[in-house]
């Protein structure tokens, strides 16, 4: 799923140095600059349930319960951190960031005849949903000097995403383009785990992995009543899991 970012360790590095550090020490009163790149791994929760229902004499109306993966692809994420040495092992920090997740054009469900010999798809084409996220924590490295070094990290604030849209259509043919959920902002926090490499005296190259939570949006909505279905509930993937491969400058 990174493949397309795999360029970025090289370019990370020559940023950093062209020279590994045989041992960091990391002084209280340092400012860190960080710059990261890498995808949200999403976890598959259902956007929309199972609904069937007849439609008077022209057959049967199905919409396929949907997931994150049905609808979107992981996309990339960016960012930029500042942080403040207060301790040489203890860094908080302020991070903004963005992240996509790339729409797919796919089968949600059906319509047939009441003896259901002929059938015909729906379908919707999802745009990309983008998000900003900002971002105050704290990150706790566990020992204070060396090369490498692992911390944990933790932190809160507030995301800003796109509204859920698509493009609706019936047995091949766009119909309607309809807003399931819209643009919100939302609390969101997360946890992280990871280690830094010393590539000089001021700078490292760090890679992480953690896990997100974002209030999740939830709305009814009406798109599919000519098809006679009623109020379909639309939500948004609670979690995900952040990779991130990055830089960060001492000074």
Not at 59 to 75: E, K, N, T, Y
Not at 194 to 214: F, H, K, N
Request: without cysteine; negative net charge; charged residues 20%.
């Amino acid at each position: 799923m990174l493949s397309r970012f795999s360029i970025l360790p090289v370019a990370l590095i020559g940023l950093g140095g062209t020279q590994l550090a045989s041992a960091s020490s990391y002084d209280e009163g340092q400012w860190v600059t960080t710059f990261m790149a890498g995808s949200p791994l999403i976890p598959n929760e259902d956007i929309t349930p199972q609904v069937r229902t007849h439609v008077g004499d022209l057959g049967i109306a199905a919409l396929d319960r949907m997931q994150v993966g049905d609808v979107f692809r992981s996309g990339p994420s960016f960012g930029i951190e500042t942080g403040y040495m207060s301790q040489s092992n203890l860094e908080p920090f302020v991070r903004l960031s963005y992240s996509k997740l790339e729409g797919r054009n796919t089968s949600i469900g059906s319509i047939g005849a009441p003896d259901l010999s002929a059938t015909a798809p729906i379908s919707a084409n999802f745009d990309d949903m983008k998000s900003w996220a900002l971002n105050l924590g704290t990150r706790y490295f566990l020992s204070d000097t060396g090369t490498i070094r692992t911390y944990v990290a933790g932190y809160l604030g507030a995301d800003r995403t796109d509204a859920m849209r698509a493009d609706l259509g019936f047995a091949g043919t766009p119909v309607t383009r309809e807003e399931f959920l819209p643009r919100a902002t939302r609390f969101d926090a997360g946890v992280e785990g990871g280690l830094s490499w010393a590539l000089s005296d001021q700078a490292d190259l760090g890679l992480s992995i953690g896990a997100q939570y974002v209030d999740a949006r939830h709305e009814f909505s009406n798109a599919f009543a000519p098809l006679g279905i009623e109020e379909v509930r639309f939500t948004d993937p609670r979690w995900s899991v952040p990779v991130n491969l990055g830089v960060n400058f001492r000074f």
